[in-house]
Nanobody
Framework: QVRLVESGGGLVQAGGSMRLSCAAS????????MGWFRQAAGKEREFVAA???????TYYQDSVKGRFTISRANAKTAFLQMNSLKPEDTAVYYC???????????????WGQGTQVTVSS
């Protein structure tokens, strides 16, 4: 069974930085792309960033471009470096894995449990 485990969330002041990690385990044959999504209170889960299996291609939501960087150490480990954080970034952040590299929530088959990121003003 595929499992994604996240770490690195917590509380940070506006303008600060955080680094989220995601590690995949189990039967990960179907995981090529890895991505990050977030869900703020009262809102739907939205795309943040995604990366191809070899790391050559990345996608970003416009609101985080230039501030966030997605990377991966290998096929089973991904990171999200978040700089210049804003209160609007406050949300539960989810790691996701799937066959194809897309920005669509429904295209990802595997999900982590989510980790809370809170940015204070």
């Amino acid at each position: 069974q595929v499992r994604l485990v996240e770490s690195g969330g917590g509380l940070v002041q506006a303008g600060g930085s955080m680094r989220l990690s995601c590690a995949a385990s189990g039967g990960t044959f179907s995981i090529n792309a890895m991505g990050w999504f977030r869900q703020a209170a009262g809102k739907e889960r939205e795309f943040v960033a995604a990366i191809s299996r070899n790391g050559a291609t990345t996608y970003y939501q416009d609101s985080v471009k230039g501030r966030f960087t997605i990377s991966r150490a290998n096929a089973k480990t991904a990171f999200l470096q978040m700089n210049s954080l804003k209160p609007e970034d406050t949300a539960v952040y989810y790691c996701a894995g799937g066959w194809r590299l897309t920005t669509a929530r429904q295209d990802y088959d595997y999900w982590g449990q989510g980790t809370q990121v809170t940015v204070s003003s």
